[in-house]
């Protein structure tokens, strides 16, 4: 009797798959983000990235020593308390309401998850991502429409960028609610 088991196209095609899936990184960070987000996981596991894996500077300072300050938001350092059952939240009329990081050194990144906590419902109709390096002059990264339970917005590149501002552009179906925000 012949093994035809290891030549098989379903376990050849598994194996491309898990290959292919491993090559993503940071889009794979970001769909491990989401599920964590879906299946309600309260803390974030480590997560080494590829150059953190080989010894080498991590492109983001360590979340810890990220400020946060807001503008028609209510207790800010809630979207970075690593605690999903708290959340920073908007009154009824949120109009370009925001939240801007000072990562407290420039660093790049081009990934923007928002964890909208146990409110599903408390994302904004459309948000933008700006960028600074210095905390006065803000350049428009890219806007795109909220989603329920958690937002990403995917820069398009790697950004360098001190401080990071999250602004509602358009208001959705109910406050504005950021349980946790990630940056990669």
Same mark, same amino acid.
């Given at each position: 009797?012949?093994? #035809?088991?290891?030549n098989? *196209? !379903?376990?050849?095609? @598994? ?5 292919r =899936?491993e090559?993503l &990184? ?6 491990a983000?989401?599920l ?6 309260? #803390?974030v596991?480590?997560? *080494? !990235?590829p150059?953190? @894996?080989e010894g080498?500077?991590?492109? =983001?300072?360590?979340? &810890?020593?990220?400020r ?9 350092q809630?979207?970075?308390?690593d605690?999903?059952?708290t959340?920073a ?6 109009h370009?309401?925001?939240v801007?990081?000072?990562l407290?050194k420039?660093?790049?990144?081009n990934?923007v998850v ?8 408390g994302?904004?109709g ?22 329920r339970?958690?937002?990403?917005v ?11 501002r999250?602004r509602?552009e358009?208001?959705g ?12």
């Amino acid at each position: 009797m012949r093994n #035809t088991l290891g030549n098989s *196209p !379903l376990i050849s095609a @598994r194996r491309d798959e898990r290959q292919r =899936l491993e090559a993503l &990184g940071t889009c794979g960070l970001g769909l491990a983000l989401l599920l964590l987000a879906i299946l309600g996981c309260t #803390t974030v596991p480590p997560y *080494p !990235l590829p150059h953190e @894996r080989e010894g080498l500077p991590s492109w =983001l300072s360590p979340r &810890g020593q990220w400020r946060i300050s807001a503008s028609g938001i209510e207790n800010p350092q809630r979207a970075l308390d690593d605690e999903r059952g708290t959340a920073a939240v908007s009154g009824p009329s949120y109009h370009h309401a925001h939240v801007t990081i000072d990562l407290g050194k420039p660093c790049l990144f081009n990934l923007v998850v928002i964890d909208h906590g146990s409110d599903e419902f408390g994302f904004c109709g459309r948000m933008a991502v700006l960028t600074s390096t210095d905390g006065s002059a803000y350049q428009l990264q890219r806007s795109e429409p909220g989603t329920r339970r958690v937002s990403i917005v995917c820069l398009i590149r790697p950004t360098m960028a001190r401080y990071v501002r999250i602004r509602a552009e358009e208001q959705g179906p109910r406050p504005w609610s950021l349980a946790e925000i990630y940056l990669q």
